[in-house]
Structure formats: structure tokens, C-alpha cells
Nanobody, 124 residues
Framework: QVQLVESGGGSAQAGGSLRLSCAVS????????LVWFRQAPGKKREGVAA???????TYADFVKGRFSISKDNAKSTLYLQMDSLKPDDSAMYYC??????????????????WGQGTQVTVSS
């Protein structure tokens, strides 16, 4: 079992920055695959960025160069640094985890563990 709790959402102006945090707890000693997803009203949940067990990172094309995923192992916290924000980035952001790397990182159906989400709103 893994528990995930997101924080850090809020409002920002276009071009601004926010940093999301996801506190990770539970049975993670063997390593887990961590992903940030987002979902805007009326849209499907989409993968934003992933962090593999060995530290490899993967990004959706629409955030490359703007967002950065990282993890502080001492604090057991996953981060998503979001820079150069756009109004289209407005969504509920979720942290997700699973023990397996299925190779389908941006498919929400493969993740067993989810946080409650944190809202990000970007105004123009």
C-alpha cells in the first residue's frame, strides 16, 4: 500500500510558477513509479510527468521545457516544478504511483494508488 497526499496548488498568472508536492508514504522500500497527472473539466485525465525507480524522467510534450519532476528521498516527497505557466495548464493535478513500470506511463488505468488532487488555476 502507498499513500499519496498532494499540496501546493493555487492560482498563478500566465508566465508564473508553482511547485506541487506529493508526500509519499507506505510500502515504498522496493521502489515505486511516480507520475503526475492532470484533469481539466470535461477533459480526460492526462499524464504530465513521470519518475521511474532509477530516477529516469519522462514528460508530456506539452510541458517539456517548462515543468520538472523530482523527488527528495529524505523527505519522501515528489515535486512538480511548473514554470512558464499557461491558462491551459489549469486543472486538478494528481500524484499517482504503482510498483510496476508498464511502459504506459501516461495511462491512468495502470496506476493503483492516487492522491486526492490539488487544484491549479492559471489566469491570463
Amino acid at each position: 500500500q502507498v499513500q499519496l497526499v498532494e499540496s501546493g496548488g493555487g492560482s498563478a498568472q500566465a508566465g508564473g510558477s508553482l511547485r506541487l508536492s506529493c508526500a509519499v508514504s507506505g510500502n515504498t522500500a522496493a521502489g515505486i513509479y511516480l507520475v503526475w497527472f492532470r484533469q481539466a473539466p470535461g477533459k480526460k485525465r492526462e499524464g504530465v510527468a513521470a519518475l521511474g525507480r532509477k530516477g529516469t524522467t519522462t514528460y508530456a510534450d506539452f510541458v517539456k521545457g517548462r515543468f520538472s519532476i523530482s523527488k527528495d528521498n529524505a523527505k519522501s516527497t515528489l515535486y512538480l516544478q511548473m514554470d512558464s505557466l499557461k491558462p491551459d495548464d489549469s486543472a486538478m493535478y494528481y500524484c499517482a504511483a504503482d510498483y510496476s513500470d508498464t511502459g504506459r506511463w501516461n495511462n491512468p488505468d495502470v496506476y493503483a494508488y492516487w492522491g486526492q488532487g490539488t487544484q491549479v488555476t492559471v489566469s491570463s
